[in-house]
């Protein structure tokens, strides 16, 4: 792969949407063959220029860069240095498995689609050789631009790890499992997860369906439910606990579909996780470029000691696993996070026990739900009685909210890591290496200042929700914010940032 020269994208590449474009056109014409030739010449001309396309691109892989050529009347050249990759992703839908196909995406540093090289579609083969050559690459264990620096020698390399003599860890180092998801760990997250919403998706469109029958028919079926002696409560009661066990198994089912065969790996600096039955992806991406480790719980899991973890990275896109480079474990056991923690952060130490927010702070959590509640629920309740005073429900719904979001709040600063924790029903607890962080944001609005409370946002690299310490003490805050560009480790990551930026000018000037 390195070094053979330019390369082409399979042939099959600007066809592989055909089939799909196909039943899209017969949707549209209903079958009207005007509208079926007028579709297939589109069909036509689209797969000439995509032709086209396909025969002028070009990718190539040398010593230090991913360089891509292609445009039918604008020529374009791109080159992407090997040590500005951040994630290296492979998915194969089913179309691309039919054929032996696989699409690969590489993610470089920076925000939104531009960051991202796309290549749909290569061989298998050629996917997995490709992300090897990408991800798998040994680490430089000298810093050609040596620094001094009155804080004393760095030892993060230019990579971002630790310096020293010998190989490359990642070319001594086997690859190794990290964890894997049986079907049934996978199912059970699905019932207690995200995946539930998926059967109420279901349910709203057999609900279409229901009204796009014809006028008698659905006269009938409403006249057939409306009639009690036909349908009596306790035969829909019934129907309603027969339909709990189906709601489980979709819900079940989406789980292991989505995520069958789950399987994180490592070898040296690099994780690599492979998931999905159908469409099978692959992502993979450096350790020493994780930003933030991300724990959600629901309630339902909470009860059952079960989390789900998302690792953002610093890159812009990550498609392949949905948004933002990310790479998400979707269930696991707490008795596991430790572990995959001590993976992922290695000097990151166990979950410490957060400091709670302050009683100001439960006001605050209350006022902004129930004050909205308010205004809707008591109008609604004058102006439409008697049915609009249910919307009174808000009112003891919204006080629910609000304790429950008050005691959800929490942080740490422990080991040179900030933990940050929010939510009610869903929470979310972020660990945050102190030497990821890029900046800190101190918010405090007129009510918060009353209160002596204040908002603490923790920037860090790549596109996602931003860590946030909410509604902590104001004056904790400013310690919290002034001590996190202080540490030891803020400076030295700095540093190797700023080494790793000038090799790659160098590099650029070299060329």
């Known amino acids: 792969m390195v070094g053979s020269g330019p390369r082409r994208l399979h042939v099959l590449s600007p066809v592989l949407d055909v089939a799909r474009f196909g039943l899209f056109a017969l949707i549209v014409s209903g079958g009207n063959p005007v509208g079926l030739t007028l579709l297939g010449l589109l069909a036509v001309l689209t797969t000439a220029v995509r032709y086209v396309a396909w025969s002028r691109f070009t990718y190539e892989v040398d010593a230090t860069s991913l360089v891509t050529e292609g445009g039918i009347l604008n020529r374009t050249r791109r080159v992407v240095p090997l040590d500005r990759v951040q994630q290296v992703d492979l998915q194969r839908k089913l ?60 030892p993060i390399g230019p990579s971002g790890v630790a310096a020293g003599g010998g190989a490359s860890p990642t070319a001594a180092e086997p690859e190794r499992e990290v964890l894997a998801l049986s079907p049934g760990r996978l199912a059970l997250g699905g019932v207690t997860g995200s995946k539930l919403a998926m059967v109420f998706v279901a349910a709203g469109a057999l609900f279409g369906l229901v009204n796009d029958l014809p006028g008698g028919l659905r006269n009938q079926a409403a006249d057939s439910l409306a009639d009690g002696a036909r349908f009596p409560l306790a035969t829909v009661a019934v129907l309603a606990l027969l339909a709990v066990p189906v709601v489980l198994a979709v819900a079940a089912g989406a789980a292991v579909l989505a995520d069958g065969g789950f399987r994180l ?74 572990a995959l923690l001590g993976e992922v952060l290695p000097d990151a130490p166990p979950l410490p026990r957060l400091q709670p927010a302050p009683p100001a702070a439960r006001r605050r959590a209350w006022v902004r739900r129930v004050v909205p509640s308010l205004l809707v629920g008591v109008p609604v309740a004058l102006l439409v009685p008697p049915v609009g005073l249910l919307a009174l429900l808000l009112i003891p719904v919204a006080m629910v909210g609000g304790e429950l979001a008050y005691r959800g709040l929490g942080w740490a600063s422990v ?97």
């Open 95 to 154: 179309r691309h498995r039919a054929f032996g196909l696989a699409v690969v995406r590489i993610d470089t540093a920076g925000a939104g689609n531009d960051h991202e090289v796309t290549l749909d579609a290569l061989t298998a083969a050629e996917a997995e050789e490709l992300r090897a050559a990408l991800s798998d690459r040994p680490t430089p264990t000298a810093d050609p631009l040596p620094e001094v620096d009155r804080a004393g020698p760095d």
């Open 265 to 338: 790996t490592r070898r040296g600096d690099g994780l690599h996780v492979s998931r999905g039955l159908l469409d099978q992806r692959q992502a993979s991406l450096a350790i020493h470029r994780v930003q933030v480790v991300r724990i959600h719980q629901n309630v339902l899991r909470r009860m059952l000691g079960l989390v789900s973890v998302t690792l953002q990275s610093a890159g812009g896109s990550g498609q392949v696993e949905k948004q933002d480079s990310q790479v998400t474990v979707p269930v696991l056991s707490s008795s596991q996070l430790n």
């Open 415 to 511: 080991d040179e890591h900030l933990v940050a924790r929010r939510g009610g029903l869903t929470r979310e607890t972020s660990l945050v290496p102190v030497a990821k962080v890029q900046s800190t944001g101190l918010v405090s609005s007129p009510l918060q200042r009353r209160a002596r409370l204040a908002t603490l946002r923790i920037d860090v690299a790549g596109r996602g929700r931003t860590p946030t310490v909410l509604d902590a003490d104001a004056e904790a805050m400013v310690r919290l914010r002034d001590e996190t560009g202080e540490t030891t480790a803020a400076r030295r990551d700095e540093r190797a940032v700023r080494r790793r930026a000038a090799r790659g000018i160098a590099a650029e000037v070299a060329r």
